[in-house]
């Protein structure tokens, strides 16, 4: 089944405490990026990547870190969170040919920084 | 910068009832155009997109949109929405061509269907 898996799916912790969220897909897409959802904004844009080793910021990166060494794997990165960052995670992957656009999200991550 | 902007927070509507979500994008060349929608406790699906061509773009479960370039819009239609509708609604834009990695989402809207 195609999907894009996040873990974890929800998170308390507290500022200051570095943390990862692990995002994978099985479809071989070579897009992938992070959005964070707060209510009353809508989603916006982390980071996304076109291909292994090729990332770049979207609307709101700071506080956040990515990489991609593997075309299944894209991890979202915060290094010292802080309570700014309590937010809805969602990653997500598109295929070639559709106009590079997310097709595919993730059941998301709750986050939570104290 | 580019920007969308979806007219209502929230629209509650009956069951039968025809639907219109606005939505308005601000960019300065061609743009590709999505709407994706969020029931309630899941992850957002696509419900329909425009690249190029013809402006009536149809999608799934019978929505349907239009590109009007003119008005740098592109509104949600339905004739006759049923409870199970009810979800919030994101507009999303992104320029066409290099860059259209950067997609920009509107703060979407809620859609409420009453039996």
């Known amino acids: 089944e195609a999907q894009v898996t996040q873990n974890p799916r929800y998170l308390i912790t507290v500022t200051g405490k570095k943390l990862t969220v692990t995002c994978s897909q099985n479809?071989?897409?070579?897009?992938m990026s992070w959005y964070r959802q707060d209510p009353g904004l809508g989603l916006r844009q982390i980071y996304y990547s076109m291909n292994v080793e090729v990332t770049d910021k979207g609307d709101v990166p700071e506080g956040y870190k990515v990489s991609r060494k593997e075309k299944r794997n894209f991890p979202l990165i915060l290094e010292s969170p802080s309570p700014n960052q309590t937010s809805l995670y969602f990653c997500?992957?598109?295929?070639?040919?559709?106009?590079?656009?997310?097709?595919?999200f993730g059941d998301g991550t709750r986050l939570s920084i104290l | 910068a580019q920007s969308v902007s979806q007219h209502n927070h929230h629209v509650i509507l009956s069951e039968a009832a025809s639907l219109e979500l606005g939505c308005n994008y601000s960019?300065?060349?061609?743009?590709?155009l999505f709407w994706y929608v969020q029931y309630p406790g899941q992850h957002l699906q696509l419900l329909l997109k425009y690249f190029s061509g013809d402006p009536l773009v149809k999608g799934i479960k019978g929505f349907e949109a239009e590109f009007i370039k003119s008005k740098f819009s592109f509104n949600l239609r339905k004739p006759s929405v049923q409870w199970s509708d009810t979800a919030e609604y994101f507009c999303?834009?992104?320029?066409?061509?290099?860059?259209?990695?950067?997609?920009?989402f509107g703060k979407g809207t809620k859609l409420s269907v009453i039996p």
């Open positions: 960019y300065g060349g061609t743009v590709n």
């Open positions: 479809m071989n897409h070579e897009y």
């Open positions: 999303a834009a992104s320029p066409s061509g290099a860059g259209s990695y950067q997609l920009t």
């Open positions: 997500a992957s598109s295929a070639p040919g559709t106009g590079n656009q997310p097709q595919h």
